[in-house]
């Protein structure tokens, strides 16, 4: 079964940080065509793309997380990464590991893991 | 970046109407728009792709069409499970961006 399964949330500080995974099953995370993303959506609120990962190590972030985040991947563990640096009240948000296959629509999601950044 | 804009934002509908929802890029995104449908507490689920190419099992009553700068999600006959918020994004150019979300509700 092609799964994706997202951990590393949890409750922290403003200005803390937090690296959240996302194993990937059934797949390969590294597959040259895939374009393996972070989406996130706040309390009540719509979707936001965040960051992605593609064409054996290009990147892009938007501009809400840029300088404050590193997307990164592990092809040993079949894995995906988002480190999450100088966080903010607005940076909570539940957070959506997925998979494009060729740039036209993410067709696999994660659960999610909830990120809630407070005092 | 590409503003995606949703039209409405949420519609009233009962089982069987024809529901259409429309989405609208700020700038020529030739076809490359998916649509998801996302219920409370789960993660959105990929519909349809290529702004017209309808996802493996996703019910054939789904349709997309639309090129360039404007789009269209049509369900020609709601079905209880339907009920869902919709959301369009481009994938012409980065960042991705979604629209603001469409919110079907029972009537």
């Known amino acids: 079964e092609v799964q994706l399964v997202e951990t590393g949330g949890g409750l922290i500080q403003p200005g803390g940080s937090l690296r959240l995974s996302c194993a990937g099953s059934?797949?390969?995370?590294?597959?040259?065509?895939?374009?393996m993303s972070w989406v996130r959506q706040a309390p009540g609120k719509g979707l936001e793309w965040v960051s992605v990962?593609?064409?054996?190590?290009?990147?892009y972030y938007a501009d809400s997380v840029k300088g404050r985040s590193v997307i990164s991947r592990d092809n040993a563990k079949n894995a995906l990464y988002l480190q999450m640096n100088s966080l903010r009240a607005e940076d909570t948000a539940v957070y959506y590991c997925?998979?494009?296959?060729?740039?036209?629509?993410?067709?696999?999601w994660g659960k999610g893991t909830t990120v809630t950044v407070s005092s | 970046d590409i503003q995606m804009t949703q039209s409405p934002s949420s519609v009233s509908a009962s089982v069987g109407d024809r529901v259409t929802i429309t989405c609208r890029a700020s700038q020529d995104i030739s076809s490359w728009l998916a649509w998801y449908q996302q219920k409370p507490g789960k993660a959105p689920k990929l519909l349809i792709n290529?702004?017209?190419r309808l996802q493996s099992g996703v019910p054939s009553r789904f349709s997309g069409s639309g090129s360039g700068t404007d789009f269209i999600l049509t369900i020609s006959s709601l079905q209880p499970e339907d009920f869902a918020t919709y959301f369009c994004?481009?994938?012409?150019?980065?960042?991705?961006?979604f629209g603001q979300g469409t919110k079907v509700e029972i009537k």
């Open positions: 997925t998979r494009d296959p060729g740039s036209s629509g993410m067709d696999v």
């Open positions: 059934g797949f390969t995370i590294t597959a040259s065509t895939n374009y």
């Open positions: 990962f593609y064409s054996g190590g290009s990147t």
């Open positions: 290529a702004a017209s």
């Open positions: 994004q481009q994938a012409n150019s980065f960042p991705w961006t």
